[in-house]
């Protein structure tokens, strides 16, 4: 293995669920009185914490979001996720093959925490990442594209930034992944590749992942 540390994301690329908050941040954010197709929230908020969602709605409208947004916007998603979500396709089999080498691996996520142990806990990742494994944009003060998050990742895992790579979906999250000197590995099975192209290496299929690191 080339590197120390393997820091995953983890909406879409552990748990799929990007497809479903996609869907459901735009719906409600048309509900609110800001027209937002699947599309539009995929380019625009895919891979951000909530705190990026709330600024560019102000930014463009000049208008905030309802103070319970969060709270009504998991509500749904959590509901939504007990019904459909599933495990990323490869993902379980990657994960086997860090464990089974002894290879360290943790998650750092724009999610809350909480909603990274629901996802977990319904697609049964949660046996794979026990508590100090799992690291979210509420544990710094800047969630990607700052380095912020990665860095904090590093730093409790004890290995070196530039002895990690870092497994992202988003162009936000390859951002914050250079800006760390990490390696990163983008996931191009729903962003296009062009999206990701401050990448060290692209790839579609989850279950080629352990293969390409070492």
């Not at 990657?94 to 977990?120: M, Q």
């Amino acid at each position: 293995m080339r590197y120390d540390l393997v820091i995953f994301d983890n909406d879409g690329v552990l748990v799929d669920s990007e497809p479903i908050s996609n869907r459901l941040l735009a719906g409600y954010l048309t509900e609110l009185g800001h027209p937002t197709s699947y599309e539009d929230s995929i380019r625009d908020y895919m891979g951000s914490a909530m705190h990026r969602i709330h600024d560019l709605v102000r930014e463009r409208t000049g208008r905030r979001l309802p103070g319970d947004f969060d709270d009504v916007f998991h509500g749904r998603v959590f509901a939504a996720f007990e019904r459909e979500l599933e495990p990323v396709a490869g993902a379980v089999g990657v994960l086997e093959k860090l464990a089974a080498d002894g290879v360290p691996y943790c998650v750092a996520s724009s999610g809350s925490h909480e909603r990274i142990r629901v996802g977990h806990r319904k697609t049964g990742l949660d046996r794979w990442f026990e508590e100090g494994r799992i690291f979210s944009s509420q544990d710094v003060g800047r969630g990607k594209p700052a380095p912020d998050l990665f860095l904090y990742a590093a730093e409790r895992m004890a290995v070196a930034p530039q002895r990690c790579v870092v497994i992202e979906d988003s162009p936000l999250g390859v951002r914050a992944a250079v800006s760390a000197g990490m390696d990163v590995y983008g996931f191009t099975a729903m962003t296009p590749a062009e999206r990701l192209a401050g990448a060290t290496q692209l790839f579609s299929d989850m279950g080629e992942l352990a293969d390409l690191l070492v």
